[in-house]
């Protein structure tokens, strides 16, 4: 008579191991993101205070530690998205939102820069429902300024993320890179706004 198999239950992560986590994601995101000559899985570990085998236990390669730190920020944008509120100014909630997407795409580049990797079709496909999240988001958000007479119609989301990465991929990294595309993208954002039969 054969014994039934007896399930081991699954032990949860220590609270150390899961805090050695998160800060091997932050340390990433601000030492890969930055790109340069001192962006190395070893400056991640060393600014974690973890040693590089702790790292490649939680991340056993380059492109598990990407899709930690863009999976989180991108998760959290689309958080950030999902509570927009436009308020009296739905082009001011809009512009707050764009300007912390500018900061994840200066990661994004950073880190892809950094660790020699290319996305494929099936890791983008992987972030497909936060980037659902996100137009779902901005298209309410839209459409309630167009509602309200303060958004000019015919804009979707897809019309301004488009915009956005347009101006973002459109400058090579350098120092005054976020400073030029939230300038270019300010414009784009006024031009949103409805106007009156006036013009003003």
């Known amino acids: 008579m054969e014994r039934a198999a007896v399930e081991t239950p699954k032990r949860k992560p220590r609270a150390d191991a899961l805090r050695n986590r ?37 991340f056993p390669d380059r492109e598990a ?43 994004k580049r950073g880190m892809l820069g950094a660790l020699s990797i290319v996305l494929t079709e099936e890791s983008k496909q992987s972030f497909a429902e936060q980037s659902s999240r996100i137009a ?12 309200e007479g303060r958004v000019r119609e015919g804009v979707s989301a897809e019309d301004v993320m488009q915009t956005m990465y347009a101006l973002c991929y459109a400058r090579s990294p350098g ?21 009156s039969a006036t013009g003003r």
């Open 136 to 147: 779902d988001a901005l298209n309410r958000l839209l459409a309630s300024g167009v509602a």
């Open 22 to 58: 998160e800060n091997l994601i932050e340390a990433a995101k601000e030492v890969l993101g930055k790109g340069g000559p001192d962006a190395s899985l070893e400056a991640v570990a060393r600014r974690a205070g973890v040693g590089i085998g702790t790292l490649y236990r939680h």
């Open 65 to 107: 530690l990407f899709h930690a730190v863009f999976g989180r920020e991108l998760t959290q944008l689309a958080d950030m998205a999902d509570r927009l509120d436009g308020g009296s100014d739905e082009v001011e909630a809009l512009r707050v939102w764009l300007h912390a997407n500018v900061a994840l795409v200066e990661t």
């Open 175 to 195: 120092e005054s890179w976020r400073r030029d595309v939230l300038r270019l993208l300010d414009i784009f954002l006024d031009g949103l706004r409805q106007r």
